[in-house]
Nanobody, 124 residues
């Protein structure tokens, strides 16, 4: 299993921006994604990107505000978050899809490797 480490979280005012990074210990040849979990809520899908980077997918709640990218040469994925809102406050996790999965890319059961999470706090 590949090891994933997130970074880039922090405290930002509403309307601000943050960029999260997810560094993998090795090559991830599958779809990778970001999920988030707010205090007292279930983990939810945020965005995903195919291995080639040509296909991206977003939750409705972040469409138009967040973008996802990856640099396979650096084994790193990014989440650029703009126009942040207080409701974006959560722990953000990156994940790598399992080699074989029968679940959709927005279903966390599709993912076999997870990072430890990074806190994003948006103040109003």
């Amino acid at each position: 299993q590949v090891q994933l480490v997130e970074s880039g979280g922090g405290l930002v005012q509403a309307g601000g921006s943050l960029r999260l990074s997810c560094a993998a210990s090795g090559r991830t040849s599958t779809t990778t994604a970001w999920f988030r979990q707010a205090l007292g809520k279930e983990r939810e899908f945020v965005a995903a990107i195919s291995w080639s980077g040509h296909s991206t997918y977003f939750a409705d709640s972040v469409k138009g505000r967040f973008s996802i990218s990856r640099d396979n040469a650096k084994n790193t994925m990014y989440l650029q978050m703009n126009s942040l809102k207080p409701e974006d406050t959560a722990v953000y996790y990156c994940a790598a899809e399992a080699q074989f999965t029968r679940y959709s890319r927005s279903d966390q059961r599709s993912y076999g490797s997870w990072g430890q999470g990074t806190q994003v706090t948006v103040s109003s």
